[in-house]
Each structure stands twice: as structure tokens, then as C-alpha cells.
Nanobody, 125 residues
Framework: QVELVESGGGLVQAGGSLRLSCAAS????????MAWYRQAPGKQRELVAGIITGGSANYADSVKGRFTISRDNAKNTVYLQMNSLKSEDTAVYYC???????????????????WGQGTQVTVSS
């Protein structure tokens, strides 16, 4: 199986910064896209930023210029550096990874999407 473990959430004042981390472990052959989503109370989960293996990234308009996504392929880890935080950034942040699983030689390698457990980010105004 594959597990994603997030860390780095917390309480911060508006204008401050936080860095989220998400490490993937388990039977991993390769990780394709890694992404961060967030869900605020009463709202749908939304994509914040995504990054492919080669490093090309995309961002939600609401975070462009403030958030930076990066990844360490050797560590199967994705990061989200969040600067100039606003109260509207308050949400539970979830890591997502598109993983091709490792299997025994000759067996097909399944490809599945996995989610972390979420980490709370609260920005006080």
C-alpha cells in the first residue's frame, strides 16, 4: 500500500508564512503528479497547486505569487511554501499523489490516486 503523511500546518497571523510537507511511502514504483488541495468549512475541496515529475507546476489564481509548490523526487516528498497568508487561506490542506505502484516482476503496475489525512492551516486576521 501507499501512505501520504502531511506536516507543517498550524496557526499563523495574516501576512505570515507556513511550509507544508507531504511524504509518500510504501510500494512505490513512481509518482506522477503531486498536488495540494484545500477544503474550507462549508466549501468544496479545491486544487491549490500541482506539480509533475519534471517540475512544471500550476496554481490556483487565488494563490499565484504567494504559494510555491516543489518536490524532492528522491524523497517522494512534495512541499508547499505559503507566504503572505490571508484569512481566506484558512482550510484543511490535503496532499494528493498519482502513484504507480511497485509489483513483482512481470506483474502489471497499478496506478492510483492517494490522499493524505489533511493538516489544518488557520490564518488569524
Amino acid at each position: 500500500q501507499v501512505e501520504l503523511v502531511e506536516s507543517g500546518g498550524g496557526l499563523v497571523q495574516a501576512g505570515g508564512s507556513l511550509r507544508l510537507s507531504c511524504a509518500a511511502s510504501g510500494s512505490i514504483f513512481s509518482i506522477n503528479t503531486m498536488a495540494w488541495y484545500r477544503q474550507a468549512p462549508g466549501k468544496q475541496r479545491e486544487l491549490v497547486a500541482g506539480i509533475i515529475t519534471g517540475g512544471s507546476a500550476n496554481y490556483a489564481d487565488s494563490v499565484k505569487g504567494r504559494f510555491t509548490i516543489s518536490r524532492d523526487n528522491a524523497k517522494n516528498t512534495v512541499y508547499l511554501q505559503m507566504n503572505s497568508l490571508k484569512s481566506e487561506d484558512t482550510a484543511v490542506y490535503y496532499c494528493n499523489a498519482d502513484v504507480t505502484r511497485a509489483t513483482a516482476p512481470g506483474w502489471p503496475r497499478p496506478r492510483n490516486s492517494y490522499w493524505g489525512q489533511g493538516t489544518q492551516v488557520t490564518v488569524s486576521s
